[in-house]
Structures are given as C-alpha cells and as structure tokens.
C-alpha cells in the first residue's frame, strides 16, 4: 500500500552518455543533481542511473546516489524502476528505492522500501516525489 510521502527532488540531468548498443539495446548512464526534502530535511542530492531500451519501448532503469543535508548528515540509495516516454520528449519514471544511512536523524529509512515517481524533461530538468511502501 502506498503510505506517507517522504520528499520530493527538483533538480537537472548533468550527464549522459552510451554506454552500449549491444543487441539493437541501447544502455544510456544518466546523471542527475537538486535539491530535496526528505523526511522534513533539506537535502542535496546526486544520482547516477543506467537505463536499457527494451523492445515494447519502455526502459529499465537501476541506479543509485547520495542525499545529504547540511549538516553532514549522509543517505545513500540505490533502486530501479520502469520509464515511459512523454509526448513531450522526457522520460516518467516508476519504480523503487532502498536506503541505507548511518544518521539517527534518517535511521528510519534503512528499515523501509520508498516507491518514485520521477519525471525527466527534454530540456534536462528533473522532479520526483517520494512515498513510503507500507
């Protein structure tokens, strides 16, 4: 069941490049950069993602990055998930993450699976939306 909201990102791509056409099957490594919130925090945030074509025209995607605040407080993920493209040229996303954090501020986030909806546009921003899996 999809439970509480745990954030939301805005930010902006920084980085693409192939990585294999392998089998007509392009892999596409994607690098992201914004801001957060996460749990009520104000995080800074990177990812790196890589994403397969597949032969229906979605795209798996696996990838993983870093939240931070300022304070130093660090949140690592990793996770995966399904893209469809848009009509207008980006990418909608659905999938899910898994943290892992030594913070007590975020220690609550090791224990939990978070379910994304993230959004790329052909213009290279980027947005998302957090909720935690019950």
């Known amino acids: 069941m999809l439970g509480d909201e745990l954030g939301t990102i805005t930010g902006e791509m920084t980085g693409m490049r192939v990585l294999s056409t392998d089998g007509g099957h392009a892999v596409v490594e994607t690098s992201f950069r914004g801001t957060s919130t996460l749990l009520g925090a104000d995080m800074k945030d990177m990812g790196t993602y890589e994403s397969v074509s597949r032969p229906d025209g979605t795209l798996f995607g696996e990838g993983h990055g870093v ?18 493209f848009t009509e207008s040229g980006g990418v909608s ?24 909806e993230f959004e790329t546009e052909e213009s290279g921003k980027v947005s998302g939306t957090l909720y935690e899996w019950k």
């Open 67 to 84: 939240s931070m605040t300022r304070a130093g407080d660090t949140v690592t993920w990793h996770g995966s998930g399904v893209g469809r």
């Open 93 to 116: 996303w659905r999938g899910a993450l898994f943290y892992e954090t030594a913070s007590t501020e975020f220690t609550r986030l090791n224990g939990i699976a978070a379910l994304f």
